[in-house]
């Protein structure tokens, strides 16, 4: 194997082109291979995808057209002490993050001890004021959330996001594992690691933890989708499908006798806990938006009476929030009356003057973000944009300030993918999955990697180029 | 389990039972195309697109009724909703849509489908390929029923597929024997002449029974004895009554898991009684068209009430 030297963190290879200890096992499997059967994997693999149907439709492309998002053969591994020090991290801020919309609902105590500016709140239109002083039944506001990661170094990991509305990607940190199983069984039975394939079992264990009191003993989980012509269409299905809960969809459902009901072919048959994946704007056409079909009209009133539990709570969104997470270092020690043990991305607010300032003044060196854009759009990367985009960029700055924040560019770590020419580093990131009950935090070990497909690129999101991998966590 | 997916279980099924079966008619016009003059081609052309309820939707786009033509529309046609590549697309949407109600090999089996049938009807079909097209909707409906023979729970889920798988073909057994009743007509039919044994065999062969039935009767050609075959014989999968007691036994399971009939269950099996006191004489006494006109009104009746009892939609 070959390493092309970068400037940047290589997980797979020291400086010095050794081989890292994470992947040691791997990398003499790798070598033992036949490089034209490996070249055969890799093109089936695309077949195996095609033919389960993991495909996500594109939005504005054509008549829904299905795409694949691309998969990358060579795993991305994680030692155990790694991940150990990881998911603290992760549990802390997940723990702070509920601590935090608890709060903001309810009495509001970080902004009346001046940690939290006001206007954060004012301003901001995830924050929902229909949820003020409503208390989710068991407490629990979100119960998943990802936890977008980048690493810069040995021991440098940072949150880049939080992911506290409706994370998606689980299906394909599954489908991934279930893809490289078949196509490299021995490779498992060689390498220790860690399996994934129970997260919905976990998953379906921790709603139905989180059901309200009225709920059956064994709690009646449903997914709500928006439908089939929906980007994630196929995770929501996957998901329902893998927990043996039913896939509803709004026209599925209608407040009876004071409980949210699905249509059954027996009749109305009420549901105690919906996991859903529409956003806020559309639960409830009678509370947010009046011409919504994907929801459920009047759930908010039987939310309101704790007669059902919403997953994730309505207005999380304020949690994951970019005008919040530049904060998020006070929440996590303002509730948890701890240092934080993941960093996170020094960022810069251009609401405020002199950050403005200085992001102006350093545009080519910075990311600039929207606050409330997802999904790697709407973004200006400094470094690689021309000099014309910088300029438009500006302006758009200079109009609505408030809108964004800037980060430095990060030199985020790479990860080998596979290609005809053999073995290529390119940037990743990681979410990991996380799961919140009134019983506790649980972390699926590892996650998803998204990684950059396109040499020198830093932009991991499935809707413009990037692929996942396989993402390993070993055993101790 | 849902409403709507029950309903999409049960359209599913219907889609690709239709698909199959205009394949099957497709496969018997192109083969009269081969061995008959202008006039016989034409006449079974268009009795393909009554028979399957398209011919004045073809008549608005074409001047006359081409092999090639007629093909192309039924197969393809993108201005046509109910072309065979609609049905596996129509079939594979309701698939998705109850993903969570079919095992993986159903659906993958029936994604399978479309992909490959959305590759070989990408363009024109070529008379060379037709043989291989058609036998390609065929096998892969079969290997959609055969997943689910094989893999799927046998619970309300499987009766609705079912229902839908036989509900469809009564309907298109009824619909062909109804185009061609003419032929089957005693006071038409003269014994011996060629061109009626042609005609026979074509009807026979619409729903894939002309083997059986010669099996059966020993090589000999009869009008009334290929009508009685069609409508009467329990043996044959594709007969009337074979396609009402595979329905019966469904809705019976559908009674049994639900703990009570609905209304669907008396209206079928009034329906049912009735189809099973007759003789084939009766039934040419009374009329052969008449006879099939009542039958595809009571089996669209059975279907709507299904929907309506198990509350496929809201």
Redesign the interface.
């Known amino acids: 194997m070959q390493q092309t030297a970068t400037a940047n963190y290589d997980e797979m290879y020291d400086a010095d082109g050794a081989v890292r200890s994470a992947y040691g096992g791997y990398c003499e499997w790798y070598g033992e291979q036949d490089r034209d059967w490996l070249r055969k994997q890799h093109i089936e693999a695309e077949r195996f995808f095609r033919r389960t149907g993991i495909t996500f439709n594109v939005y504005g492309d054509d008549a829904g057209e299905e795409r694949l998002i691309p998969f990358d053969m060579i795993p991305r591994i994680i030692t155990a002490r790694e991940w150990r020090k990881l998911s603290r991290g992760i549990e802390q801020r997940v723990r702070a993050l509920n601590a935090f919309l608890s709060d903001l609902y309810h009495r509001q105590e970080i902004v009346r001890a001046g940690r939290l500016p006001l206007h954060v709140l004012r301003d901001n239109d995830a924050f929902l004021p229909q949820m003020i002083g409503l208390t989710p039944p068991g407490g629990v506001y979100t119960h998943i959330v990802g936890i977008d990661l980048v690493r810069t170094g040995p021991e440098e990991f940072m949150v880049l996001e939080d992911n506290a509305r409706t994370p998606s990607g689980v299906s394909y940190m599954l489908e991934n594992r279930e893809t490289m199983m078949a196509m490299f069984p021995e490779l498992f039975s060689r390498v220790p690691v860690r399996p994934v394939q129970d997260y919905p079992h976990r998953l379906a264990r921790s709603l139905s933890a989180s059901a309200p009191d009225c709920a059956a003993a064994r709690p009646v989980v449903a997914v709500l989708t928006p439908g089939i012509y929906n980007s994630a269409y196929f995770e929501h299905a996957f998901l329902a499908d893998q927990m043996g809960a039913e896939l509803v969809e709004g026209s599925d459902l209608r407040v009876v006798d004071g409980r949210v009901a699905m249509r059954t072919t027996r009749g109305y048959e009420p549901i105690d806990v919906l996991y859903r994946r529409v956003d806020d704007d559309y639960l409830d056409p009678l509370t947010f938006k009046p011409g919504s079909v994907l929801g459920v009209p009047g759930i908010m009133d039987v939310y309101r009476a704790g007669r059902i539990t919403i997953a994730n709570a309505p207005g999380t969104g304020i949690a994951d929030d970019k005008a919040i997470y530049s904060f998020m270092p006070e929440i996590v020690e303002f509730y948890t009356g701890e240092k934080p043990l993941l960093q996170n991305v020094p960022t810069w607010r251009c609401s405020e003057p002199e950050s403005l300032r200085y992001v102006l003044d350093n545009l080519s060196e910075l990311v600039v973000k929207e606050v409330h854009g997802s999904g790697g759009y709407g973004m200006l990367i400094g470094p690689t944009a021309s000099r014309k985009e910088i300029a438009a960029f500006e302006k758009k700055l200079r109009a609505r300030p408030t809108n964004y924040i800037a980060q430095p560019t990060l030199s985020l770590s790479t990860v080998p993918i596979f290609t005809k020419a053999g073995l290529a580093p390119r940037h990743v990131d990681l979410r990991p999955f996380v799961l919140v009950s009134p019983n506790g935090v649980e972390i699926t070990p590892g996650g998803l990697t998204r990684v950059a497909l396109k040499k020198g690129s830093l932009v991991v999101n499935s809707s413009q180029g990037g692929g996942t991998k396989d993402s390993w966590v070993l055993e101790d | ?6 309903n999409g279980i049960y359209w599913m099924s219907r889609y690709l039972e239709r698909a199959e079966n205009c394949a099957r008619l497709l496969d018997v016009g192109f083969r009269m195309a081969l061995t008959r003059g202008d006039h016989a081609q034409e006449e079974e052309w268009r009795s393909v697109l009554v028979t399957i309820g398209q011919n004045e939707d073809f008549l608005q786009r074409n001047g006359d009724y081409t092999g090639p033509q007629v093909c192309n529309f039924i197969l393809r046609d993108k201005d046509n909703p109910a072309s065979v590549l609609r049905m596996i697309e129509y079939a594979r ?1 309701n698939a ?2 109850v ?2 109600s079919i095992t ?1 090999e159903v ?2 089996a029936t ?2 489908s479309w ?1 490959l049938l959305r590759e070989m009807l990408s363009r024109p079909p070529r008379e060379s390929e037709m043989g291989a097209i058609l036998s390609a909707i065929r096998r892969q409906a079969m290997l959609v029923r055969g997943a689910m023979e094989g893999s799927m729970l046998r619970n ?1 889920v499987f009766n609705f597929s079912r229902i839908g798988t036989f509900v469809e073909r009564a309907d298109n057994t009824a619909r062909i024997l109804d185009v061609k009743y003419h032929v089957l007509l005693p006071s038409i039919a003269w014994v011996g002449s060629s061109l009626d044994n042609v005609q026979w065999e074509t009807v026979l062969r619409s729903v894939a029974g002309d083997r059986a039935y010669r099996w059966l009767n020993a090589g000999g050609m009869d009008p009334r004895g290929i009508a009685e075959f069609l409508i009467l014989d329990r043996r044959f999968p594709r007969s009337l009554v074979f396609c009402y007691e595979k329905i019966r036994s469904n809705m019976t399971g559908l009674a049994l898991q ?1 703990g009570g009939e609905t209304e669907a269950h008396g209206l079928l099996r009034h329906a049912g009684a009735r189809l099973h006191q007759l003789t084939i004489e009766a039934i040419f006494e009374r009329g052969l068209h008449e006879f099939l006109t009542e039958f595809i009104g009571d089996t669209i009746r059975i279907g709507e009430a299904i929907s309506a009892d ?2 496929f939609i ?1």
């Open positions: 389990m849902l409403g709507r997916s029950a949407t998705r849509a993903r969570t993986r659906w993958e994604n399978e992909m309300e639900y198990y509350r809201a």
